[in-house]
């Protein structure tokens, strides 16, 4: 069963990265929670409508590539973490990690909160 919920869960966070790099935020929308809170590599932090709000005008700019490295069950919590490559059109790619959480909310998963920080580390040689 935790194999099962493990990789429904890694299904939703790439869906995530997907949606809103499509633009579609009406499916976005429903696999974030009412409470979601977005903490950019930046500093900045910003709530479910915010963000995506934000995300709007970069919509054909760039695209989020999301890769789940591990998921951490805690009852109807989970910890993904991931990397998140931020694929610019015409600019260089940001190298990113995160850590989302998500909470299960009448038996679907919805994330509550992502923390981003940048992952120099994983930048191509140059």
Do not use: C
Request: net charge negative.
């Amino acid at each position: 069963m935790t194999a099962a919920i493990e990789s429904d869960l890694s299904r939703i966070d790439v869906s995530i990265d997907e949606l809103g790099s499509k633009g579609d935020f009406a499916a976005l929308s429903e696999v974030l929670a009412a409470d979601f809170h977005y903490s950019h590599s930046t500093g900045l932090v910003q709530d479910k409508a915010e963000w995506l709000d934000s995300l709007k005008p970069l919509v054909g700019k760039r695209d989020r590539v999301a890769r789940v490295v591990g998921v951490e069950m805690h009852g109807d919590i989970a910890v993904v973490k991931g990397e998140v490559d931020i694929v610019w059109r015409e600019a260089p790619t940001k190298y990113n990690r995160y850590v989302r959480v998500y909470r299960q909310e009448g038996g679907t998963w919805r994330a509550i909160s992502q923390v981003t920080m940048p992952a120099p580390d994983r930048e191509p040689a140059k």
